[in-house]
């Protein structure tokens, strides 16, 4: 490693950076955890239009690598382009609560997604470039991304809880002001976006590789076909689907334990607020401590290491959903403090493996294509993983369906046994360390 590299990140651009991750997890937590709930319980639309809808919102992690990263890498700074999506992206997110029909809401969360998706790797990619040790400063920067989402989503939360809960109302008014108050979430996240753009302007400088001549997004194809980016690659899609089925089926399972908790219910709606997070907000909790926590073991744990773990969390809160209350039976301990565990995997499901995932693709790519790198594997995660993973819990959870009931445990057994599938080829197939692709003498004078 450079000398270059091994100083210190400054307090100065710590903070800037900091600030960027928060703002940008911020925008996207206001409204996505809520958004199945406001498009059923308020906008009256089916279980298959939401569906299409979650599908859609995929659709620029598609696009990102042909777009965003090839102009990131080869025209446009990528400060700049950030900040004219996010105040594109305002715009569209705002008009979200007040579009009525489907096929209106439909085009603008297209519009969005497109402009939105691209970030969520750029965002990435600034920081890389300016950090002098990715593995010591990555996780300490990228960490307040995960408290921006904790942070709007308890705000929110409140917000419903205080503002729209009328007092005396039955259960359904209720459900219903709620739904209808969710309209504050897009409202919020259009002025968070239009903040974050504006902020953008000021972020370091970070302006296109020199390299000319290729198609940046072409390069970070070819790249992709040698280890370990290759194995990676092959891992992510299944992965993905796996990580989707917590976000999809997590909540109504959930639901129905909270409801028989009694008081434990109030006491978590009288932190996190109601809506929304709940009790999976333990989950975002863990996050933030093996985020804070990957830099002090990075350079002791191999990256293949950091991958098991994150499969063996996956499998195991898996098997935690799928036999709750056999466990709960077994050992005496009520059903919501046995799923607690379970929820608080996911620090490690995220952490250990798509957020390690995204340090070797940067350290595994040549710097002239890094942000298409990046780009390119959040179309596997954000985009095809989050399309195919929807489409698959969608259908396991019918194949689960009993006389009206869902079998949780046959339901969550699926995703169990793909993750130990998953973790049987990366042990088999994945190589335990792989040379780090360093800026050549040529590159680093141009930076």
Not at 193 to 205: A, D, I, T, W
Not at 296 to 307: H, N, V, Y
Not at 340 to 350: E, K, Q
Request: glycine share 10%; charged share 10%.
């Amino acid at each position: 490693m450079s000398e270059e590299r091994a100083r210190p990140l400054s307090l100065g651009l710590n903070v800037r950076l900091s600030l960027m991750m928060f703002l940008q997890y911020a925008i996207w937590g206001a409204w996505l955890p809520l958004l199945f709930a406001f498009l059923s319980g308020y906008r009256g639309f089916t279980g298959t239009q939401i569906g299409v809808m979650f599908s859609v919102g995929a659709v620029g992690a598609l696009v990102a690598p042909f777009i965003a990263g090839q102009i990131a890498d080869r025209y446009f700074n990528t400060e700049k382009f950030l900040g004219l999506s996010h105040i594109v992206g305002g715009v569209l997110v705002w008009f979200l609560a007040y579009v009525e029909s489907f096929w209106g809401f439909l085009a603008f969360s297209l519009a969005y997604s497109l402009v939105y998706s691209p970030t969520l790797s750029l965002t990435n990619s600034l920081a890389f470039h300016h950090m002098p040790d990715r593995d010591r400063d990555f996780g300490r920067v990228r960490v307040w991304g995960t408290v921006g989402w904790i942070v709007v989503g308890i705000t929110i939360g409140q917000w419903l809880l205080h503002m729209h809960t009328p007092a005396g109302a039955d259960d359904a008014a209720i459900e219903l002001a709620r739904a209808k108050g969710m309209m504050d979430a897009f409202r919020l996240s259009a002025i968070l976006g239009v903040v974050m753009g504006v902020y953008c302007f000021f972020l370091p400088k970070t302006p296109p590789a020199k390299a000319t001549g290729s198609v940046a997004s072409l390069k970070a194809i070819g790249e992709f076909t040698r280890m370990p980016l290759l194995m990676l690659f092959l891992l992510a899609i299944p992965v993905s689907c796996i990580h989707q089925f917590y976000f999809v089926n997590t909540a109504p399972f959930l639901g129905g334990y909270q409801a028989q908790a009694g008081g434990f219910v109030d006491f978590v709606n009288s932190i996190f607020g109601v809506g929304g997070g709940g009790l999976m907000t333990i989950g975002q909790m863990s996050e933030i401590l093996v985020l804070a926590l990957i830099p002090l073991f990075a350079r002791r744990i191999s990256r293949k290491t950091f991958l098991a773990i994150g499969l063996v969390a996956y499998a195991a809160r898996m098997a935690i959903f799928s036999y709750v209350d056999a466990i709960a039976g077994f050992t005496g301990v009520d059903a919501v403090l046995v799923l607690v565990p379970g929820i608080a995997m996911h620090g490690l499901c995220f952490g250990c493996f798509i957020f390690v995932s995204f340090m070797i693709v940067d350290e595994q790519t040549t710097p002239d294509v890094r942000a298409s790198a990046q780009s390119l594997y959040s179309l596997v995660i954000f985009g095809v993983g989050i399309i195919v993973g929807s489409l698959v819990a969608g259908w396991v959870a019918d194949w689960s369906r009993h006389e009206g009931t869902i079998n949780y445990t046959q339901l969550f057994s699926v995703p169990m046994w793909a993750s130990i599938a998953c973790l049987i080829f990366l042990l088999a197939a994945y190589p335990k360390r792989s040379p780090v692709v360093e800026p050549s003498a040529a590159a680093e004078a141009g930076d």
